[in-house]
């Protein structure tokens, strides 16, 4: 079991930018994939970006396609979702997950979950 903790969230602008990290320890973060989700309230946990345990490889839905990056350092057991060009509906609660086969955009794959950070976009 790998434990993660996701940390950055904030209010911000519309527009404004904002990196999301997700800090791994317990068994060996390379390992995993990594995948970053997002839950606002009365809606289902969506997909938003995912990461093999190389980096070689990211997944986008269109959703966010071209606002959002993600990236790993490995060395620091850390994932990163940097989050550019923020709007009101991507206020959420935030969270990273992990898993050993790879990265998948139903959220039913993964075990291992952060608790979350919250995210508001508002002016």
């Known amino acids: 079991q790998v434990r993660l903790v996701e940390s950055g969230g904030g209010l911000v602008q519309p527009g404004d930018s904002l990196t999301l990290t997700c800090a791994a320890s317990?068994?060996?973060?390379?390992?995993?994939?990594v995948a970053w989700f997002r839950q606002a309230p009365g809606k289902e946990r969506e997909f938003v970006g995912g990461?093999?345990?190389?980096?070689?490889?990211?997944f986008y839905p269109d959703s966010v396609r071209g606002r959002f990056t993600v990236s790993r350092d490995n060395a620091q057991s850390t994932a990163y979702l940097q989050m550019d060009d923020l709007k009101p509906d991507d206020t959420a609660v935030y969270f990273c997950?992990?898993?050993?086969?790879?990265?998948?955009?139903?959220?039913?794959?993964?075990?291992?979950w952060g608790q979350g950070t919250q995210v508001t976009v508002s002016s």
């Open positions: 997950a992990a898993n050993l086969a790879g990265v998948y955009e139903n959220d039913s794959e993964y075990y291992d």
């Open positions: 317990g068994r060996t973060f390379t390992d995993y994939a």
């Open positions: 990461i093999s345990w190389s980096g070689a490889n990211t």
